[in-house]
C-alpha cells in the first residue's frame, strides 16, 4: 500500500450468520479473518453467542438472547442491551469499521444499516463484505445495477466495499476515503442540535 495514507482501525465490527451455512469455507475464512485481525492487533466487535461464524472478544449483545441460553455463551467480554437497535448504535460507536461475512436477513440488515448510515453522514467508516466463494456476487450485482437506474448514486456504491480474502479487504478499509455527498453532509446528528438542515428531497437516498 506504498504512496496510500492508511486510516488507523483498532476494532472492526463484523457481521455473520447464526448458522454456518453450506459450505465449510465459509466457516474457514471466519477463521482465517479472526488471525488476520490478531496478526494486524485489531480487536473484533460482534453481536455475541457463539453460534454460526460469531467469534469473540466483545459480543454486544439484546438481552432476550441471553433467556433460556439462546444463542450460547458469548466468546470474551459481554455487553447486554435493550433492543436490536440500540445493539447496533453501540456497535456503531465502539467500531472503526464493519465487515460483514455470509449471512442471511439480520447479517443484511446490519449490513445496510451501516450503510445508510454512512450515507447520512452519521459515520464515515468503512464497510465491506468479504466474498466468499462468490456468496455476494448476486448482492453486488443488484447494488450495481441499482446505480445504473439512479436509485444509487455513484458516490453512494463507493461506500460498499468488497474483496475475497481477509488481507486485502482490511487492507482496502484502511485505505478507505469517505465521499460524503453535499448536501447531506449538512445533517447535523448530534443530541445538541435543535433543529436538522432542510433536504433536498430531489435527492436519491
Known amino acids: 500500500m506504498e504512496g496510500v495514507s492508511v ?17 465449510v469455507a465459509f466457516v474457514n475464512a471466519a477463521f482465517h479473518l479472526g488471525e ?9 466487535v460482534y453481536g455475541g453467542g457463539k453460534l454460526g461464524l460469531m467469534g469473540q472478544v466483545l459480543g454486544i449483545i439484546p438481552s432476550a438472547f441471553t433467556v433460556n441460553n439462546l444463542v450460547g455463551e458469548t466468546c470474551g467480554k459481554e455487553i ?6 440500540e445493539r447496533l448504535v453501540m456497535m456503531m460507536e465502539l467500531s472503526d469499521a ?10 443484511l440488515e446490519e449490513l445496510f444499516q451501516m450503510i445508510s448510515w454512512a450515507q447520512l453522514n452519521i459515520h464515515n467508516k468503512p464497510i465491506g463484505v468479504l466474498n466468499i ?14 446505480v445504473k437506474q439512479e ?14 480474502t481477509a488481507d486485502e479487504l482490511v487492507d482496502k478499509l484502511q485505505a478507505f476515503r469517505f465521499e460524503s455527498d453535499p ?6 446528528w448530534s443530541p445538541s442540535s435543535s433543529q436538522k438542515e432542510k433536504l433536498d428531497l430531489t435527492l436519491r437516498l
Open 7 to 23: 486510516r488507523k482501525i483498532k476494532k472492526i465490527c463484523v457481521f455473520c450468520g447464526a448458522n454456518s451455512g453450506k459450505d
Open 36 to 44: 488476520v485481525l490478531g496478526k494486524r492487533k485489531i480487536d473484533l
Open 80 to 85: 447486554k442491551v435493550a433492543t436490536m437497535q
Open 98 to 107: 464493519f465487515i460483514a461475512l455470509p449471512g442471511g436477513f439480520g447479517t
Open 133 to 146: 466463494n462468490g456468496f455476494f456476487n448476486g448482492l453486488l450485482s443488484f447494488v450495481d445495477h441499482a
Open 151 to 164: 436509485f444509487i448514486t455513484p458516490r453512494a456504491r463507493k461506500i460498499l466495499i468488497s474483496a475475497t
Open 183 to 188: 448536501a447531506l453532509s449538512k445533517l447535523k
